[in-house]
């Protein structure tokens, strides 16, 4: 799938140079509970303080998050207008998450870098557009732009990024033809970078939260389609696992395996901790979204399957391999589901696919088929047909 999202890259005063979606269309304007600010601030610093007090964090960390938080709350005060309001709700919404005692140890990095990037984007750059992505100087890390949100960490996008830099350095060819197309090449035009890569996978790796006391994920932390953050994705999580187990041997990171064999418990624990389901004809499924656990997203199931089909295949895990196999039994009998007859469904029952989740919902079975042919092979050769004649 083509994006289409403007990339800009700001400076942090605050960070010193170094060297060198799929969301789904689930629309729903952010939904929370007011609190006066007092409340919020207050339960900030007493989550800090406890957390120093149980050793969860050290003084200085806590020092730093302090620093940090009363930064974004002193630019919030001297905002106005729409950008007092980006800022706002990124501050409320770690105050809520601090009131409803969810902000644990290792959910605080990512939570104050993502407070920390929107001070200084909203204190000093231009206006973005939707979607657009924004990094910074120093970091590989991507921030998409949410209208009413803010700049939010997304998981996606990111591990995304990381697998096109790692196919920009993998010596395999183009291949055969499969289920009526040739496969894209490697790297799709994008220099090999390993130094990036590496940057990108160990500033990852930092920001993965123990959800749970099975596995560790990589955690939406905005308001979306009625669910509340923090929530994970399937599809994000098992495209996660696989880019990490290959820039472990791309870059001989054992260590990377040893993060993405931590993130696979996300596929064995239920809704909404985790993304397994009861699938629609009663085998397991995958969610895309953890708060949802009856919107079966044909597209991001099918993802999440191939996330740990190769997953699977690169470390030789029985155990992910196993996720798989149970997985793809459901998604067999669900995908004749995904055919009106002359378009594709979004979701198990649910609307048309819009032109672009047509193709996605495309793409994503031609890589199955690609992987394990049968069922897959022959509705992304329907799928195509389909576009051929509108």
């Known amino acids: 799938m083509v994006d289409h999202d403007r990339v800009q890259r700001v400076d942090d005063p605050f960070v010193p140079p170094r060297a060198e979606t799929d969301l789904g269309p689930a629309p729903g304007r952010p939904q929370f509970r007011a609190h006066t600010a007092g409340h919020g601030q207050r339960a900030v610093a007493r989550v800090l303080r406890r957390t120093v007090q149980t050793r969860g964090i050290s003084r200085s960390d806590s020092s730093r998050y302090r620093r940090i938080y009363r930064r974004a709350r002193a630019i919030l005060g001297r905002l106005a207008g729409a950008r007092r309001r980006e ?55 991507l921030f998409r732009y949410f209208p009413g949100r803010g700049l939010q960490f997304h998981p996606l996008a990111n591990f995304k990024k ?31 970078r390993p130094q990036r890569l590496r940057r990108l996978l160990d500033e990852l790796s930092r920001l993965a939260v123990r959800r749970g006391p099975k596995f560790i994920a990589w955690e939406y932390l905005f308001d979306f389609g009625g669910g509340s953050p923090p929530w994970m994705s399937g599809m994000a999580q098992a495209t996660a696992i696989t880019a990490l187990a290959r820039g472990a041997r791309l870059l001989d990171r054992p260590d990377y395996d040893t993060t993405a064999k931590a993130a696979l418990g996300a596929f064995e624990v239920a809704s909404p901790i985790g993304v397994r389901t009861k699938g629609p004809l009663g085998g397991v499924h995958y969610l895309q979204y953890s708060f949802a656990p009856r919107l079966y997203i044909f597209n991001a199931f099918f993802q999440s399957l191939i996330g740990l089909h190769d ?80």
Not at 108 to 122: E, G
Not at 167 to 188: D, E, H
Not at 349 to 374: A, K
Request: charged share 25%; aromatic share 10%.
């Open 87 to 141: 800022l706002g709700y990124v501050v409320q919404s770690l105050e809520r998450i601090a009131l409803a005692r969810r902000l644990t140890p290792s959910r605080m990095p990512v939570m104050f870098l993502q407070l920390r990037r929107n001070s200084t984007y909203w204190a000093l750059e231009s206006f973005p557009a939707e979607g657009d992505q924004v990094t910074f100087r120093g970091s590989e890390l």
């Open 162 to 192: 990381a697998n096109l830099l790692h196919g920009a350095c993998a010596n395999s060819g183009q291949g055969k033809p499969v289920c009526g197309a040739r496969p894209p090449g490697p790297g799709s035009g994008t220099p090999c």
């Open 311 to 390: 997953y699977g295949k690169l470390t030789g895990d029985v155990r992910a391999t196993g996720l798989f196999e149970r997985g793809e039994r459901e998604a067999r009998r669900e995908v004749p589901y995904s055919d009106t007859g002359d378009w594709s469904r979004y979701s198990f029952r649910g609307s048309e696919s819009t032109q672009e989740y047509h193709e996605l919902l495309r793409e994503v079975l031609q890589g199955l088929g690609r992987r394990i042919g049968g069922v897959y092979c022959t509705y992304a050769i329907r799928y195509r047909r389909y576009q051929q004649r509108r």
